[in-house]
């Protein structure tokens, strides 16, 4: 079983950057995929970003086509620790955004652990 606990939100003009951090607790942290969500309200969840196994030093990411190019998923295992760069963020960037494990692909329903969720908002 893994814990997790985002942190980093906050309000940011657009065109800025905010790095989200995904703090796990558990001994097997470094197994698990994590994945970035957001989610706006009355909308469904979206998957944002996912870190998977690595092969040497280089880990194996996917990304939402909405945030290709400006956001950047990484993990440090020795802190347990997933970040999220964002750069180059847009006023439709601004949601909860949300660190999940337990799944493997940007379908959150097989995602069994959720963080509480972080808020990012983009001002025009």
């Known amino acids: 079983q893994v814990q997790l606990v985002e942190s980093g939100g906050g309000l940011v003009q657009a065109g800025g950057s905010l790095r989200l951090s995904c703090a796990a607790s558990?001994?097997?942290?470094?197994?698990?995929?994590i994945a970035w969500f957001r989610q706006v309200p009355g909308k469904e969840r979206e998957f944002v970003a996912v870190?998977?196994?690595?092969?040497?030093?280089?880990?194996?990411?996917d990304y939402a086509d909405s945030v290709k190019g400006r956001f950047t998923i990484s993990r440090d295992n020795a802190k347990n620790t997933v970040y999220l760069q964002m750069n180059s963020l847009k006023p439709e960037d601004t949601a909860v955004y949300y660190c999940a494990a337990g799944g493997v692909t940007s379908i959150s329903s097989e995602y069994d652990y959720w963080g509480q969720g972080t808020q990012v908002t983009v001002s025009s």
């Open positions: 870190i998977r196994w690595s092969v040497g030093i280089t880990y194996y990411t």
């Open positions: 558990g001994r097997t942290f470094s197994s698990y995929v």
